[in-house]
């Protein structure tokens, strides 16, 4: 039987990296998979770093390479590169709402059972762990750096435009509700039509 491929990692393929990226994308995959597995088992606070590199059997100073801290484990992954590129590559007629949902709900829709399970994981531990949450607002402006440039690129402004804020604002805080809404309601499954509510509501312009 074929090993079983990772969304992040289909997604990765269709975006074309090379080699070197894809082994960096198994590798932070492993680490975090083991963290995760740690967390659930032995609690967040008891998991220590070292325990983590010896169940993903890497070197303690691997894992730093990739997660600078233990809050990253939880807070970082590889699809704010992987939405970027799909963003870019689609249509230019799109809005650039419209764009980023057909890629969310793309990226979504082939999601693993497990990556599903690993997706409930980390959203529990940002909503429980006080570090992760005060930690989040950083994470979330990473990703927003990176939709603002696909946006940019497909409107032809700069990053900083203002409108180019605004609209990636919106959108990152959309997303934020959307996957919360579906954990405090135990409904991670549904996170694909409640993603979906969430941006058309923003394509219809906020109608409230």
């Given at each position: 039987m074929a090993p079983t491929t990772s969304a992040a990692e289909r997604s990765a393929r269709r975006a074309a990296p090379g080699l070197r990226e894809r082994k960096k994308i198994k590798t932070r995959r492993a680490i975090r998979q083991a963290a995760?597995?740690?967390?659930?088992?032995?609690g967040y606070d008891a998991t220590p770093v070292d325990r983590i590199a010896e169940a993903a059997e890497v070197s303690v100073s691997t894992v730093f390479r990739y997660f600078p801290t233990k809050e990253d484990l939880?807070?970082?992954?590889?699809?704010?590169?992987?939405?970027?590129?799909a963003i870019r590559a689609r249509p230019l007629d799109e809005?650039?709402?419209?764009?980023?949902?057909?890629?969310i709900l793309d990226l979504l829709g082939r999601f693993?059972?497990?990556e599903r399970k690993e997706l409930r994981t980390r959203l529990t531990l940002v909503r429980g762990i006080p570090a992760l949450r005060a930690r989040m607002g950083e994470g979330l402006a990473t990703t927003g750096a990176a939709l603002?440039?696909?946006?940019?690129?497909?409107?032809?402004?700069?990053?900083?435009?203002?409108?180019?804020?605004?609209?990636v604002g919106a959108i990152?805080?959309?997303l934020q509700e959307a996957v919360f809404h579906c954990l405090d309601h135990r409904r991670v499954e549904d996170m694909e039509d409640t993603v979906d509510r969430a941006l058309a509501l923003?394509?219809?312009g906020l109608p409230l």
């Open positions: 995760y597995r740690l967390f659930v088992e032995q939880v807070l970082t992954d590889e699809y704010d590169v992987i939405i970027a590129a809005s650039p709402v419209a764009a980023l949902r057909r890629v693993t059972a497990a603002g440039e696909a946006m940019a690129d497909r409107s032809g402004r700069a990053p900083d435009d203002f409108e180019v804020r605004v609209v990152l805080g959309a923003l394509s219809r």
